[in-house]
């Protein structure tokens, strides 16, 4: 939907609040008039029902005013007499219309001085949980978000089982553009293929204010922008839609950010022409063949131990068992294997070859050696012609939502012959550490910026598929930052001495208190 279609369904929402409600307002002794001004007459509302003013703002919030308004209808049947469970279904069920019932049929008494305090444990039960979603979904919503590491694409930075928060503030939160939405789940119902939200109505893009800029070399959580939505093929199996907020959760370092003349030579990242610094804490990884003299026994069970080697590894030739190739090995790795006796020869595998998988796919580029290339900047404009439309296509189409026609040589954008094109919202590229072993952006392209959820800043628990018992959690990596100077640090110890000094003092504190009475 349009801002201009969102500003009608607005207006309408108020009509429909005022013709249900008026005569409501008038029994508790306000003015008709009253319930036909937008937001003031929710605020009154609040009064109406003697629930805080700030309630107001959860109306306004998506996803959150799913859960809210439920509670409203609720307390405004309360506040004329209808407390039977019979209203309260009849006011949830009718998402709120048997209101209309009360308002022109029955004859209204306001309860003034109604009690707020549950009438049973179960009403105090349920009070109780609504609100603990209502937190939960507004911590997940606008502020921190748990999310885990599914695949190894930056491993030694981030590590498979490694859970994760990330922080939705650092970038500024994203209001969710989907706003009919199952709370605290992404794309679909746990344990189902069912979809966990409606299509429509969809907000337009709008995100709060962050505290820093997306800079490079940081680890980012984004939505996936070519998510193919495996889950929820039609019977045709054609790719379905999926909104930009339930895409798939990707997370990968951004290596260009808007504006930058990005290349790779030989597997490295250069901007504009100079090679990208990373963090001490970034490792890249690339694959290897390692070449063994064949009379030196060497031990590979100690070596893979030793550097934590969890990607594939394979001899090409395993009769002769000469010829080990490794999926993923840092810089230090294989200069540990050079060193180890036995070991004649340690080559970094670098593509050569065109190809046509890698991003805009137009066999020229691949994984190793690519570009250089413009990542778009908002309000930067581009020269737009045969050879370089590849590279825009997707922003011009799936992004920005214009029309695209191509007769000949001829483009046009929304119907107007167009020779160049100005980007609507800035672009990231993301690359992930283990360079030979990570679909990013080398193969779909760009990062929109409605695209960005956020910057992953806590482990608080990592787990090793491969371990046993006790073995398998990482303890060292249990309450460490994502980023950061200086090699990875816990602080789990510091946590377990703040619970315990919490408990103590809480014991002497309660001794006292009890002592004084």
């Not at 996803?63 to 439920?70: E, G, V």
């Not at 840092?330 to 046509?356: C, H, L, M, Y």
Request: hydrophobic residues 40%; proline residues 6%.
């Amino acid at each position: 939907m349009s801002a201009y279609q969102w500003f009608v369904f607005f207006l309408l929402i108020q009509i429909v609040h005022f013709l249900g409600t008026w005569k409501l307002y008038k029994s508790a002794g306000r003015k008709s008039w009253e319930a036909a001004i937008p937001v003031y007459n929710a605020i009154v509302l609040m009064k109406i029902i003697k629930r805080p003013t700030w309630w107001t703002v959860l109306l306004f919030l998506p996803i959150i005013n799913l859960i809210i308004f439920p509670v409203i209808w609720v307390e405004t049947l309360r506040s004329f007499g209808k407390r039977s469970a019979l209203d309260t279904f009849l006011g949830i069920i009718t998402l709120g219309f048997y209101i209309y019932y009360v308002n022109y049929t029955q004859k209204l008494e306001y309860v003034s001085d109604r009690s707020l305090i549950p009438q049973n444990k179960t009403a105090d039960t349920i009070s109780s949980l609504l609100f603990a979603v209502i937190v939960a979904t507004l911590v997940h919503t606008y502020l921190i978000q748990p999310f885990t590491i599914p695949t190894s694409s930056l491993e030694k930075s981030l590590l498979v089982g490694d859970f994760l928060f990330v922080s939705k503030m650092n970038y500024g939160a994203r209001v969710p553009m989907t706003t009919i939405a199952l709370p605290m789940v992404h794309d679909s119902i746990p344990l189902t293929k069912l979809k966990s939200y409606l299509i429509k109505p969809q907000l337009p893009y709008m995100r709060l204010p962050g505290i820093q800029n997306i800079d490079r070399t940081d680890i980012v959580v984004f939505n996936w922008p070519v998510d193919t939505v495996f889950k929820f093929f039609d019977t045709s199996k054609r790719r379905a839609y999926k909104p930009v907020d339930k895409k798939s959760n990707y997370v990968k370092r951004c290596v260009g950010i808007p504006g930058d003349n990005l290349s790779i030579k030989d597997g490295i990242v250069y901007i504009d022409g100079k090679i990208l610094q990373l963090p001490e804490r970034a490792k890249p990884q690339f694959s290897y063949k390692v070449a063994f003299d064949g009379k030196t026994p060497v031990n590979l069970e100690y070596l893979f131990q030793d550097l934590s080697i969890t990607d594939p590894a394979f001899f090409l030739n395993d009769s002769k068992r000469d010829t080990l190739f490794l999926s993923a090995l840092t810089e230090v790795g294989a200069q540990k294997f050079k060193n180890t006796p036995g070991i004649t020869a340690v080559i970094r595998q670098i593509s050569t070859a065109a190809d046509n998988g890698v991003f805009p796919h137009i066999n020229k580029w691949n994984r190793d050696n690519y570009g250089p290339i413009y990542i778009p900047q908002q309000g930067k404009t581009v020269p737009l012609n045969m050879e370089t439309l590849p590279l825009y296509k997707a922003i011009i189409t799936d992004y920005e939502n214009n029309d695209l026609k191509v007769t000949g040589t001829e483009i046009r954008i929304n119907g107007e012959v167009a020779t160049t094109y100005t980007f609507g919202q800035n672009y990231y590229w993301m690359m992930g550490d283990n360079r030979h072993n990570s679909e990013d952006s080398r193969f779909w392209g760009f990062v929109p910026e409605n695209h960005i959820v956020g910057k992953p800043v806590f482990i608080w628990l990592s787990i090793d598929p491969n371990g046993k018992g006790i073995n398998k959690v990482r303890w060292d990596r249990v309450f460490t930052t994502v980023s950061g100077e200086g090699q990875p640090q816990s602080y789990f110890k510091l946590f377990l001495l703040g619970l315990v000094l919490f408990f103590v003092g809480e014991y002497f504190w309660k001794k006292r208190k009890a002592s004084k009475v």
